[in-house]
């Protein structure tokens, strides 16, 4: 009996302190910025160039070029795989949500988000990342790139400058990052990633022995409350016939254990096998084997030695050609991904050793140009989330885990996509926006099953809406087009600093373009002389800042001295034809060596029309504003404004069910809702010429 006692009054301790054993964690990385034309004017790290300089490959260039559109239909971008959902802005909410909630449904608890300073464009992409995470019970920290600051000339300043600087870059941390909803708390404390490759043992030291105010949310409320830091710590591995051995980790971090409180943690395993016939187009590469050799080289020194926190390590593989190393003599690398196997190997070790571990850091959620990303791509589907959640599970210590939710997120995303694409179309389909917000909302809390249901719902939906709106194709040919500039006796037109414009002549086309939606294409044929050199298309635009999207498209040449093909999107919310000189609706330019040369020039639209030209958005009414409110247990709606006409009054279920119908002709009513489940509500008030909705909450 007293046994019995003894064991009720353990588990009543553990549920009054969640924090009496360790809360194990995983976090991904998360890299960026990446943006789009559409969204945000221009690419960010979805554009790369670089020349390489005596590259042992023989490789003399890397150059992507986003805005063109390859034959597959995929954009040129800077990465070796492609993402599933196509390319997106990272400042997309709907990208955002889509990403959190995969994350969520294969066991990942945060993103790190490398991050800079407070001024540079990663705490933007950080902010827009909490904003979202907020809905979800999603932790967002940092992996302080601190190199960024230290040794790039990004931020003005002397080194001492820029310390003093990042002094307040860590109070900004402490109040908006490690405080708050989506603090990353491993064991009840903060934590962030040291990347370790811009501050001296001294200059961190000034950082960690600052005086930082706290704020009354902070999650620590005494004793040392600066956040527990897990720092990278490269082991400078040596291979002798063959055999890969790295250093010892805390060898390699030295005295900064002590004397600032890191916890030596892993990285991407160091490449230095000669890849040559083995790998071609490459310089080195590691091994899964090297991998599993790297991680056990921390097991040994820093996870069984009582570090805390003591953070594991995976990476899918690792293949850069996205940006070669970052500079004109970078390396090229591989860890072959080995149909997934690699990825199962690191996993297979953090599991084995998870006694020792609080924390498993994924590298990287979204690390394109590295070609580490375990975002769904086309090359690799969900098989990395798979994986990621079978093993999270484990890690975890959960008995069963459920990969029903796998895809879902990548689904609701899509029906965003496409419910935005309805919308531009002058059509808004009632009530479908608050299913999707109830989806996501599913997602997040794993009750996949009514998820599925939802999403096949609103599937079926929108393919019979989709069904309604009607298609028009135009093709453009060089008989319909104005085109004027230097031109040469080959009828290929020379391209200088000054402007050659190009007018469409199809008046009933540009009206079309003008008030309905519509996909464009521009195809052309240029030739491409000299690496480095830009041909710049541009519009005009009414979107701001000006300078920014009024490029259509930026084309950097490689080099290749040929005639190269390019299909060029026309974004309908970006481009305002007529705006260039002289009317012309699309402009080029290039530099001043008249080297760049363009030719073959056309243009394809597909026009959007809903059948009905009294669409759904055209009867929504200004005129007519509902009020709701509760009495009782009645629901009273009201149209403040009189109606001259009978109205229908129809209260909806989110998930699209109707519950009440009913006439409404004097412009309030009251509906007895004293049995219906508490929700969100949409009410429709729908007569002849107008139609409104509101919603409300029971």
């Known amino acids: 009996m007293r046994g019995l006692q003894q064991i009720i009054l353990l588990v009543l301790l553990i549920l009054s302190n969640p924090f009496t054993f360790s809360q194990k964690k995983v976090y991904a990385d998360y890299h960026g910025i990446r943006k789009t034309r559409v969204h945000d004017g221009e690419f960010g790290e979805w554009k790369y160039y670089s020349q390489l300089t005596n590259n042992a490959t023989g490789i003399k260039q890397i150059t992507y070029n986003p805005d063109i559109v390859l034959p597959n239909g995929q954009h040129e971008i800077a990465a070796a795989n492609y993402p599933l959902v196509g390319m997106h802005s990272q400042f997309d909410p709907d990208y955002i949500e889509y990403q959190i909630l995969s994350a969520k449904s294969a066991g990942i608890d945060g993103f790190f988000v490398e991050w800079g300073y407070m001024d540079h464009g990663s705490n933007a992409l950080l902010q827009k990342i909490q904003e979202v995470a907020r809905k979800y019970n999603f932790e967002v920290g940092v992996n302080i790139c601190d190199g960024w600051l230290m040794n790039k000339s990004w931020y003005p300043g002397t080194r001492a400058e820029k310390l003093q600087y990042?002094?307040?870059?860590?109070?900004?941390?402490?109040?908006?990052?490690?405080?708050?909803?989506?603090?990353?708390?491993?064991?009840?404390?903060?934590?962030?990633?040291?990347?370790?490759?811009?501050?001296?043992?001294?200059?961190?030291?000034?950082?960690?022995?600052?005086?930082?105010?706290?704020?009354?949310?902070?999650?620590?409320?005494?004793?040392?409350?600066?956040?527990?830091?897990?720092?990278?710590?490269?082991?400078?591995?040596?291979?002798?016939?063959?055999?890969?051995?790295?250093?010892?980790?805390?060898?390699?971090?030295?005295?900064?254990?002590?004397?600032?409180?890191?916890?030596?943690t892993p990285w991407m395993p160091e490449r230095i096998r000669s890849a040559g016939t083995i790998y071609p187009g490459f310089?080195?590469?590691?091994?899964?084997?090297?991998?599993?050799?790297?991680?056990?080289?921390?097991?040994?020194?820093?996870?069984?030695?009582?570090?805390?926190?003591?953070?594991?390590?995976?990476a899918p593989?690792?293949?850069?050609?996205?940006?070669?190393?970052?500079?004109?003599?970078?390396?090229?690398?591989?860890?072959?991904?080995?149909?997934?196997?690699?990825?199962?190997?690191?996993?297979?070790?953090?599991?084995?050793?998870?006694?020792?571990?609080d924390v498993v850091y994924i590298a990287s959620w979204s690390d394109y140009t590295e070609g580490h990303e375990i975002e769904p791509t086309v090359e690799n589907g969900f098989r990395e989330l798979n994986t990621t959640l079978q093993y999270t599970s484990q890690f975890k210590g959960e008995a069963n885990y459920d990969e029903s939710g796998i895809n879902l997120s990548y689904e609701l995303f899509l029906l965003r996509k496409k419910l935005l694409f309805f919308q531009q179309c002058g059509v808004n389909p009632q009530g479908k926006e608050l299913i999707l917000d109830e989806i996501a909302q599913k997602i997040s809390n794993k009750k996949y099953v009514e998820a599925n249901t939802l999403v096949q719902q609103v599937k079926q939906d929108f393919i019979s809406i989709e069904s309604s709106i009607r298609k028009d194709k135009y093709t453009i040919d060089s008989t319909q087009i104005t085109i004027t500039g230097l031109k040469n006796e080959n009828n290929e037109y020379i391209l200088s600093g000054s402007r050659t414009g190009i007018t469409i002549h199809n008046e009933n086309l540009k009206n079309e373009l003008a008030s309905k939606n519509y996909e464009g294409y521009?195809?052309?044929?240029?030739?491409?002389?000299?690496?480095?050199?830009?041909?710049?298309?541009?519009?005009?635009?009414?979107?701001?800042?000006?300078?920014?999207?009024?490029?259509?498209?930026?084309?950097?040449?490689?080099?290749?001295?040929?005639?190269?093909?390019?299909?060029?999107r026309l974004y309908k919310q970006n481009v305002k034809y007529s705006g260039q000189p002289l009317d012309s609706d699309i402009s080029f330019y290039g530099d001043g060596s008249q080297s760049s040369k363009i030719r073959n020039i056309s243009f394809e639209f597909t026009v959007f029309t809903p059948d009905d030209p009294n669409s759904e958005s055209a009867l929504f009414s200004d005129k007519y504003k509902i009020t709701s409110y509760l009495k009782g247990n009645n629901l009273c709606v009201d149209v403040k404004q009189p109606l001259y006409q009978d109205a229908i009054l129809q209260i909806f279920t989110a998930s699209g069910k109707k519950v009440f119908t009913g006439n409404f002709s004097d412009g309030k009513t009251e509906v007895d809702i004293s049995g219906w489940q508490r929700g969100v509500y949409i009410i429709s008030v729908t007569g002849e010429s107008f139609r409104q909705t509101s919603k409300f909450i029971h």
């Open 166 to 264: 990042f002094l307040s870059c860590m109070q900004y941390l402490i109040d908006n990052v490690f405080s708050g909803p989506t603090a990353p708390l491993v064991n009840g404390k903060p934590l962030f990633y040291l990347f370790h490759d811009g501050f001296t043992e001294s200059e961190y030291s000034t950082v960690r022995n600052h005086t930082y105010n706290y704020p009354e949310n902070y999650p620590v409320t005494a004793g040392n409350k600066f956040p527990q830091v897990i720092m990278r710590t490269t082991l400078s591995p040596s291979l002798v016939s063959g055999v890969y051995t790295p250093k010892s980790p805390v060898t390699q971090a030295g005295s900064w254990i002590n004397n600032n409180r890191v916890v030596p």
């Open 283 to 314: 310089n080195k590469y590691a091994t899964a084997d090297d991998c599993v050799k790297f991680l056990k080289a921390f097991n040994d020194d820093v996870w069984t030695m009582g570090f805390t926190p003591s953070a594991g390590f995976v």
């Open 317 to 357: 593989g690792m293949n850069n050609y996205g940006c070669a190393g970052w500079s004109s003599t970078g390396t090229l690398y591989i860890i072959p991904r080995e149909n997934g196997n690699t990825y199962r190997q690191m996993w297979e070790y953090n599991v084995q050793n998870k006694h020792n571990l």
């Open 522 to 568: 521009m195809t052309y044929e240029y030739w491409d002389d000299t690496w480095g050199r830009n041909t710049n298309i541009v519009s005009g635009t009414d979107r701001q800042p000006y300078d920014v999207f009024k490029f259509v498209a930026q084309i950097k040449d490689k080099g290749l001295k040929q005639w190269t093909n390019a299909k060029i």
